[in-house]
């Protein structure tokens, strides 16, 4: 008769349905975070440079050329961008790339600064930066290497693009 009353226990603990359990619902959650702006406070120039093709023009971080340029030019001039609202204490990396037009190739050199910390960049390369404690704007001075790629015409203006990028860690 045991036997049969705990074969029949089993049978009903086996085909019962109800179980203890409990759940509860939860939020997850995020802070909006805004891009950062960017204002080029001083579009970078090099001045006058040689017509022909592969001429190159060197800036320093003083803004003074040497090269294939004329270096008493009065049109010369160190880039300068501002990088506003970021957060404090934020790592990110600042990556400033060149290009080439249809006559020039530009591969800028920069320093970023915010007056606490300092990197500077090669052309294309990510550099690691962190903000400081109260978010103050980056100043990004410009300058590189410009080169002729195409004969260029005396007297006229060309232009080549370059991108400044703040990707966060």
């Not at 023009?57 to 501002?82: K, R």
């Not at 957060?87 to 320093?111: C, D, R, Y």
């Not at 990510?126 to 260029?152: H, P, Q």
């Amino acid at each position: 008769m045991n036997k049969k009353i705990f074969a029949a226990t089993a049978l009903l603990a086996m085909t019962s349905t109800s179980s203890l359990a409990s759940s509860e619902t939860l939020q997850a959650s995020v802070n909006g975070w805004s891009e950062p702006t960017f204002l080029e406070n001083n579009k970078v120039h090099f001045g006058k440079i040689r017509l022909a093709t592969g001429s190159t023009c060197t800036m320093d971080n003083a803004g003074a050329v040497t090269g294939d340029c004329d270096a008493s030019d009065a049109n010369i001039q160190l880039g300068g961008v501002t990088v506003s609202g970021l957060a404090p204490n934020s790592a990110m990396n600042i990556t400033v790339s060149g290009s080439t037009s249809a006559n020039l190739t530009f591969a800028p050199v920069t320093t970023a600064t915010d007056g606490t910390s300092s990197v500077t960049t090669a052309n294309a390369i990510a550099s690691a930066f962190t903000t400081d404690a109260s978010a103050t704007d980056i100043v990004i001075g410009v300058y590189g290497d410009m080169t002729v790629a195409t004969d260029l015409t005396a007297g006229a203006a060309y232009e080549v693009d370059y991108t400044v990028d703040v990707s966060f860690q």
